[in-house]
């Protein structure tokens, strides 16, 4: 019942932000947005698990489900494309949700041309969340380990200590009073997380820290494929 209700609400224009909170993750952003501009606007991209946005108009938005926004439904661990299809992968809050992560990103290296570039995001300390499933978080090291087919162009902490703390904060309370429903725990998660939400912007100093990412809620990289 409750994925039948996020799936719904993730369809819908208006409603699909309100379906979490959108914790700030600025070093990501920046990092994708730098790779997306210096490339060349006719370069193939790849959004190895969309959503419901698109990042840039060369952008070809792939997913497991088809949404308005979707061009190709496939799954990451069998990626439809020719080898050295494309100038850049990028994969935001994916790999925890698949079964091999490990079999994805060697799928990533492989439809990547020479010299490509790969920018990928997941959950460090963050409750579960299914999409369908949840499987698995890393640490920074772990992660980079995970691409070490590729040359390491920047990786480190990309959702601070705040965002950590506020998530467990809002998951916490809304199984202490959901009277044993997923649903209400959800719900209330939801509306104790909007209401907290401001507290999130200390990571804004907090990311400043060298040793942020021993409590980061998600962690990031980025590499380019050797020749």
């Known amino acids: ?10 369809q819908h224009r208006f409603l699909a932000p309100l379906m979490g909170c959108p914790y700030p993750a600025p070093r990501w952003n920046k990092s994708v947005k730098r790779i997306i501009r210096e490339l060349d606007p006719e370069a193939k991209i790849l959004d190895l698990g969309s959503g419901t946005h698109r990042r840039a108009p060369n952008v070809i938005n792939l997913e497991i489900e088809a949404t308005p926004t979707v061009d ?10 020719p080898d050295n299809t494309f100038d850049a992968v990028i994969s935001e809050a ?21 010299d490509g570039y790969v920018c990928a995001a ?4 963050q409750g579960y969340h299914a ?8 640490t920074t090291t772990g992660f980079v380990t995970l691409f070490s087919q590729f040359d390491e162009i920047e990786s480190g902490a990309c959702a ?3 965002a950590t703390l506020h998530w467990i904060f809002r998951e916490y309370v809304g199984l202490v009073c959901s ?5 209400v725990a959800k719900a209330i998660s939801l509306l104790v997380g909007w209401l907290t939400f401001p507290l999130v912007w200390l990571d ?13 809620s998600a962690v990031y990289f980025v590499g380019r494929k050797v020749n």
């Open 94 to 114: 994916v790999l925890e949700h698949v079964r091999n992560p490990q079999q994805v990103v060697t799928e990533i290296h492989r439809v990547l041309k020479p």
């Open 72 to 81: 190709i439904v496939a799954d990451g661990h069998n990626l439809p494309f």
């Open 204 to 216: 804004s100093l907090l990311m400043l820290h060298p040793h942020s990412h021993i409590l980061a």
């Open 179 to 183: 009277f044993g429903s997923l649903l």
């Open 160 to 162: 601070g200590p705040t």
């Open 1 to 10: 019942m409750i994925d039948r209700i996020k799936n719904r609400l993730r």
């Open 122 to 125: 997941v959950p460090f300390l």
């Open 131 to 138: 999409s369908p499933h949840d499987f698995q978080r890393w």
